[in-house]
T-cell receptor
Framework: TQLLEQSPQFLSIQEGENLTVYCNSSSVFSSLQWYRQEPGEGPVLLVTVVTGGEVKKLKRLTFQFGDARKDSSLHITAAQPGDTGLYLCAGGSNYQLIWGAGTKLIIKP | EAGVTQFPSHSVIEKGQTVTLRCDPISGHDNLYWYRRVMGKEIKFLLHFVKESKQDESGMPNNRFLAERTGGTYSTLKVQPAELEDSGVYFC???????????FGPGTRLTVL
């Protein structure tokens, strides 16, 4: 059974601080996607990384796919209250998505 | 362009009853997926349609769950009879290509009492 361990489960920090969320697995994934979910809504895709070592930037968010395509990280620089939400990683495998349990992020003003 | 819609948004039923969830994908999206998130757990894949055909239903928990996609448009997911452990949020997603940029609906929160 493929698993994607996401950490931390919960993170509460002050506005302006930096943070990193991790997704780790012993399995290789064909792609790794990061989503953000707001209460009462479905997940919204932020980025997809497909190549080992790939780095993608989305404004203050930096996503990295591990060289072996088994892990990924999401780094937020100078977090803002608008970044508050649930962040989910999902690995592509055999045309399915294997999901992490999510990181609930709270940015305090 | 309308996004993925799901109906109902909430459903509360008693154990043993039947419930049917509906998903309307984005127009033109051949790929339709059902997922479920049980309280405190990660989102789990249930099944994947390509047009009206079931491409992969390996995530369906048991034969109490039946998914259909008549005419390759909207899809329904029926749970009959419902059990307590079926409670959770059921998400539907659609995409033009497999695994690429899935658009999710808001989910149906199912509570089985």
């Amino acid at each position: 059974t493929q698993l994607l361990e996401q950490s931390p489960q919960f993170l509460s920090i002050q506005e302006g601080e930096n943070l990193t969320v991790y997704c780790n697995s012993s399995s290789v994934f064909s792609s790794l996607q990061w989503y953000r979910q707001e209460p009462g809504e479905g997940p919204v895709l932020l980025v997809t990384v497909v190549t080992g070592g790939e780095v993608k930037k989305l404004k203050r968010l930096t996503f990295q796919f591990g060289d072996a395509r088994k892990d990924s990280s999401l780094h937020i620089t100078a977090a803002q209250p608008g970044d508050t939400g649930l962040y989910l990683c999902a690995g592509g495998s055999n045309y399915q998505l294997i999901w992490g349990a999510g990181t609930k992020l709270i940015i305090k003003p | 362009e309308a996004g993925v819609t799901q109906f109902p948004s909430h459903s509360v039923i008693e154990k043993g009853q039947t419930v049917t969830l509906r998903c309307d994908p984005i127009s033109g999206h051949d790929n339709l997926y059902w997922y479920r998130r049980v309280m405190g757990k990660e989102i789990k894949f249930l099944l994947h349609f390509v047009k009206e055909s079931k491409q992969d239903e390996s995530g369906m928990p048991n034969n109490r769950f039946l998914a259909e996609r008549t005419g390759g448009t909207y899809s329904t997911l029926k749970v009959q009879p419902a059990e307590l452990e079926d409670s959770g949020v059921y998400f539907c997603a659609s995409s033009q290509e497999v695994l690429i940029e899935q658009f999710f609906g808001p989910g149906t929160r199912l509570t089985v009492l």
